[in-house]
């Protein structure tokens, strides 16, 4: 099993930035994919950005783009969301998950069912 232990959230003026990290542990020898969702109240969970962790390549949703960077640290097995020029929009309950070898397209790693772990969330709160 793998776990996750998100850290890093709270609350930032609009234009602000913040860094999450997930730290992954267990087997995580087993894991290939890893990726960031959010989910603000009375919405659904939406991916945001994820990382293939062979290659480093990532993929993220339109809305994030050019202010958003994930990106991991082999050496020491951790995953960052790096996010700037925040929005009030980008309020949420942020989640790590992880996932075991499979498919990597865009559309797999916006998938729920692609991962197998999730950590417990952490908040983000962008004022205006």
């Known amino acids: 099993q793998v776990q996750l232990v998100e850290s890093g959230g709270g609350l930032v003026q609009a234009g602000g930035s913040l860094r999450l990290s997930c730290a992954p542990s267990g087997r995580t020898f087993s894991l290939y994919v890893m990726s960031w969702f959010r989910q603000a109240p009375g919405e659904e969970r939406e991916f945001v950005a994820g990382?293939?962790?062979?290659?480093?390549?990532?993929v993220y949703i339109d809305s994030v783009k050019g202010r958003f960077a994930i990106s991991r640290d082999n050496t020491k097995n951790m995953v960052y969301l790096e996010m700037n020029n925040l929005k009030p929009e980008d309020t949420a309950n942020y989640y790590c998950?992880?996932?075991?070898?499979?498919?990597?397209?865009?559309?797999?790693?916006?998938?729920?069912?692609?991962?197998?772990?999730w950590g417990q969330g952490t908040q983000v709160t962008v004022s205006s």
């Open positions: 998950t992880a996932g075991p070898p499979g498919p990597t397209s865009p559309q797999d790693m916006a998938s729920w069912g692609r991962y197998a772990a």
């Open positions: 990382v293939r962790l062979n290659d480093g390549s990532t």
